[in-house]
């Protein structure tokens, strides 16, 4: 995917900011802003005008009712999203209702028990082998950790893959871990704060396929939980590919519940997906 073919982030009139592009054929509501009563409609005429085939929402429990009247679908609930009291509720709208049809909802509901019943009996977590180093990234990392993200995924739904991305985000809201193994990046995570509401996205999951098996993403995982407290985050969560045995496994294993599936959600590894959605509090 090349840098023009990412989805642009914007800022709405009323504050609200949002995601679109045709990259995910999608609008993806980040954030209300001031008037979320009035964004549903906007955020239909924005679609429509488009061509986009659905909305992704992330809003308050008490800002979802005019999105429900409006016809969105609510796909998950994450409790204590919004400073450890309140509830965010994340919500579909399919003006394609071929997209709201999950074709391989068996094997995923086959991934997820398998992840859960893991959870029923984790094994004891690994340390990192003695020769790994775990920490967190530097700008000096950017090259190499742009070179891991390239192979892993060939799309994404953020531009993951262009070192003034990974600097910006550095920068502003992003905590960058990497493994190290003789001075080469084997793995790596991130940890996207949000810290007006106390909560972090524990995403950006990447392992070198050479190094698969060794619990690398469970280790950055729990180093990210031990370290974001200590910046207020009091509530982590992650939107992880429905498909993915390991990583749903990963967050299982580690205590987090799973409180909902976004169908055909993200455009990641090549093709649009869905998502599941798993949270933990911290605090």
């Known amino acids: 995917m090349t840098d023009n073919q990412f989805d642009q982030i914007e800022k709405l009139p009323c504050g609200a900011l949002i995601q679109h592009g045709l990259s995910n054929d999608r609008i993806y509501l980040m954030k209300t802003g001031n008037s979320p009563e009035n964004l549903p409609e906007n955020l239909l005429a924005k679609t429509k005008e ?17 999105f429900i009247e409006m016809g969105f679908i609510e796909e998950a609930v994450i409790p204590g999203f919004f400073n450890g009291r309140q509830s965010a509720v994340f919500m579909g709208y399919y003006s394609d209702k071929k997209r709201s049809i ?8 086959k991934i997820l028990e398998l992840a859960k019943n893991k959870a029923k009996s984790p094994k004891k977590s690994k340390k990192a082998p003695d020769d790994f180093t775990l920490r967190l990234c530097t700008k000096n990392d950017i090259t190499q950790m742009v070179k891991l993200y390239k192979m892993i995924f060939p799309s994404y739904p953020f531009p993951i893959h262009d070192p003034a991305y990974l600097r910006e985000t550095m920068d ?5 871990y ?7 990046v084997v ?20 392992t070198h396929t050479d190094y698969l098996g060794n619990g690398l993403a469970a280790l950055l995982l729990r180093r ?9 985050i009091k509530t982590a969560y992650t939107i992880a590919r429905a498909v ?11 205590g987090y519940e799973y409180c909902g599936r976004l169908i055909n959600n993200t455009n990641i590894s090549g093709g649009v997906e869905s998502m599941n959605v798993w949270y933990k509090p911290l605090s």
């Open 244 to 254: 993915s045995p390991g990583m749903n496994i990963t967050f299982a294993v580690c």
């Open 50 to 66: 488009a061509g986009y085939s659905k909305i992704f929402v992330k809003v308050r429990e008490n800002h979802a009712a005019p």
């Open 172 to 176: 502003s809201h992003v905590d960058y």
């Open 224 to 232: 990210m939980e031990t370290d974001a407290p200590a910046k207020g």
């Open 187 to 206: 793995a790596l995570s991130s940890c996207e704060k949000d810290l007006d509401n106390a909560n972090a996205e524990m995403t950006d999951f990447a």
């Open 102 to 109: 999950c074709v391989n909802r068996e094997e995923l509901d």
């Open 178 to 184: 990497a493994v190290e193994n003789e001075g080469s």
